[in-house]
């Protein structure tokens, strides 16, 4: 939220819903955003809201995998995440996306601000995004590496 805040015209869609949602109302206003700030609420698929951002930002502390990505890559949105756990065992920087230090509001906004005013590296990585989760998740290859892994421990 403060990302956006930073950047200029920026919109900040929040897709979910929960606890903290007075909290980042609040925050809204106080960053000065509350109208370029839409609070979507819970949706059973997020692809479909996704497809329509420029960039999805995902600042996360600690995540073990990164769902809100592979969704984002499902929809051929670029990314800025942060180097939680889960992402970085998958997500590629300046690759894949663009990925920033944990809490880092620099990187992120710069990252996001890159994105805004480069469509160039916007389309590259709204294009490698998608080939990055079908060559890492895709039905095929979870399948195969689950026939590797039990190959492997039968010994055949």
């Known amino acids: 939220m403060r990302a956006t805040a ?17 909290a980042l109302e ?13 609070f979507i609420g819970w949706v059973d698929e997020p692809v479909h809201h996704l497809a329509a951002a420029d960039a999805v930002a995902f600042p996360s ?3 073990p995998l990164g769902n809100v990505i592979l969704d984002a890559w499902q929809a051929g949105v670029p990314v800025v995440s942060t180097r939680a756990e889960g992402p970085s065992w998958f997500f590629r920087d300046q690759t894949d996306g663009i990925m920033v230090d944990i809490d880092d509001l620099d990187g992120l906004t710069s990252g996001l601000q890159a994105l805004k005013d480069n469509p160039d590296l916007r389309a590259r990585y709204a294009a490698a995004g998608p080939a990055r989760l079908q060559g890492m998740f895709s039905e ?5 590496a689950y026939l590797a892994a039990f190959r492997g421990e039968l010994g055949t």
Not at 7 to 15: D, K, Q, R, T, V
Request: glycine content about 10%.
């Open 26 to 38: 609040a925050l809204s206003r106080e960053q000065g955003i509350a109208d370029r700030t839409r």
């Open 140 to 144: 095929d290859v979870v399948v195969d």
């Open 61 to 63: 502390r600690h995540e």
């Open 6 to 22: 930073r950047i200029e015209g920026a919109y900040l869609w929040l897709i979910g819903d929960g606890k903290e949602r007075a």
